[in-house]
């Protein structure tokens, strides 16, 4: 093993027997109700894609560098006790399908895994949130979304002016590509003094408005966010994100919880409507609702950062009925910590997510589903602020799910393709079944 990276900890994790398992696998789904919980841990990838350099992301690792920055003890400036201490998720196999994406970064050594573990590529054309999740359900995006380009200004003069116009502004600010804190911490002020709100954009194709709850309204600011989803649908332009913020002067200016997205409705049903179109509830937890445009969801629930999240999770565990899926994104990996460069906190956004499991699977009953993934990756390691082209891991557990490696598998979609087939809702366009 590289003595360069940590040795793994993976005491303490919730083992159901292995034997077990591959002896009632087959009739478990059978004889028991069956459900499905995706959790989706916001961009965190397992190692770069082979197409990664096309991206300018070749040699990113997410999980690889964040191990191995939080094992030297000095991620961000942070001091770090020890090595990363995620004992429930390698306990699932995530050391194993990570070391099969990149050998440098150590296999879990201690025993057989208690889930089925893989890594799988993304056949969508880009790297970002809509084509990650709507692949996962069974669309992958195999067409160019429409970007801006890196100047300023970055928005074509008449889809800002119409903007202007029709919302009746005294003008915008930013107009170029930028980090969502450092724009806000730029132009804040001058924001609140003028009434112009903050519109900006990313290597996504994305329209984002930074307004202020107060001085802007939160509610003006979703109607603005309204007339500029209807403006960029001729761009191509994935999803206009609203992102209110509060604060009085640079230094406390805060984004909230009450960010939006307006996204571009999928293109062909997904996974999501297939199973509503068949009567069963599907519930989005967090932004995963905004990612559909709505699209194939009976319920949303909103949530404010990860440990919410989790707890709506273990809620609908505890709730909800036979053939429903529950489908959670946990946003703050992304948003608070890949894209804000933070190591320290992303090695501590993991640790928090990984004490949390046994509770998950305490609260599951025969004939349950469980899978964790992600839908791009943000390697806070990288250069810049955007989202990195790789693999993203696949665990699957349950207590009828016999654990054992999946391999690499060749798109995101094989997850939505296995949950159909877990459900009894017939097969998918896209992706292969691994159960």
Same mark, same amino acid.
Request: contains cysteine; proline residues 7%; aromatic residues 8%.
């Given at each position: ?154 928005? +074509?003069?008449?889809? @800002?002016?119409?903007? &202007? $116009?029709?919302? !009746?502004?005294?003008?915008?600010? *930013?107009?170029?590509?930028? /980090? ?85 409705? +999928?293109?062909?049903? @997904?996974?999501?409507? &297939? $199973?509503?179109? !068949?009567?069963?509830?599907?519930? *989005?937890?967090?932004?995963? /609702? ?146």
């Amino acid at each position: 093993m590289d003595k360069g990276w940590p040795i793994w900890n993976n005491g303490g994790a919730n083992h159901w027997s292995r034997a077990l398992l591959k002896a009632g696998a087959g009739n478990a789904r059978k004889r028991h109700k069956l459900r499905a919980i995706i959790a989706v841990l916001d961009s965190f990838g397992i190692g770069a894609l082979p197409d990664a350099g096309r991206f300018g992301d070749a040699g990113a690792n997410t999980f690889g560098h964040i191990i191995k920055a939080a094992a030297d003890g000095h991620a961000d400036g942070a001091v770090r006790k020890g090595p990363l201490n995620i004992p429930n998720l390698l306990s699932l196999g995530l050391g194993l399908a990570a070391n099969d994406v990149d050998p440098s970064v150590p296999a879990m050594d201690n025993g057989p895994a208690t889930g089925l573990y893989g890594a799988c590529a993304e056949r969508s054309y880009g790297k970002d949130t809509p084509s990650g999740h709507w692949e996962m359900m069974g669309l992958p995006v195999e067409y160019d979304w429409g970007y801006f380009p890196k100047t300023v200004p970055t928005f +074509p003069r008449e889809l @800002t002016d119409a903007l &202007i $116009a029709r919302a !009746k502004l005294p003008g915008i600010l *930013g107009d170029c590509h930028a /980090s969502g804190t450092e724009i806000i911490e730029k132009f804040g002020l001058e924001h609140i003094r003028t009434g112009k709100p903050i519109c900006y954009t990313s290597a996504d194709s994305v329209f984002q408005i930074a307004a202020h709850e107060t001085h802007f309204g939160l509610e003006r600011l979703y109607e603005l966010c309204h007339i500029a989803r209807e403006l960029v649908d001729p761009y191509n332009v994935g999803r206009v994100i609203a992102r209110p913020f509060v604060g009085e002067k640079p230094g406390a200016f805060k984004r909230t919880y009450n960010r939006h997205d307006y996204a571009m409705p +999928p293109f062909r049903p @997904t996974l999501l409507d &297939i $199973a509503k179109n !068949k009567g069963r509830q599907v519930t *989005g937890i967090g932004k995963i /609702s905004d990612i559909f445009a709505g699209q194939g969801i009976t319920h949303s629930i909103p949530t404010e950062g990860n440990d919410d999240t989790f707890a709506r999770m273990i809620e609908c565990a505890n709730t909800m009925p036979d053939g429903s899926i529950t489908f959670a994104n946990f946003v703050d990996f992304d948003q608070n910590f890949g894209h804000r460069r933070n190591i320290a906190g992303y090695a501590g956004a993991l640790e928090a997510f990984d004490a949390r499991i046994p509770a998950l699977q305490a609260a599951l009953k025969p004939g349950d589903l469980v899978v964790f993934s992600a839908d791009h990756g943000c390697d806070p390691t990288w250069k810049g602020t955007d989202h990195t082209r790789e693999y993203i891991p696949m665990l699957a557990f349950g207590p009828g799910i016999a654990p054992g490696p999946v391999g690499k598998r060749k798109s995101f979609a094989d997850i939505g393709q296995s949950i159909a087939a877990h459900l009894k809702l017939g097969p998918l366009e896209a992706g292969e079944s691994f159960l």
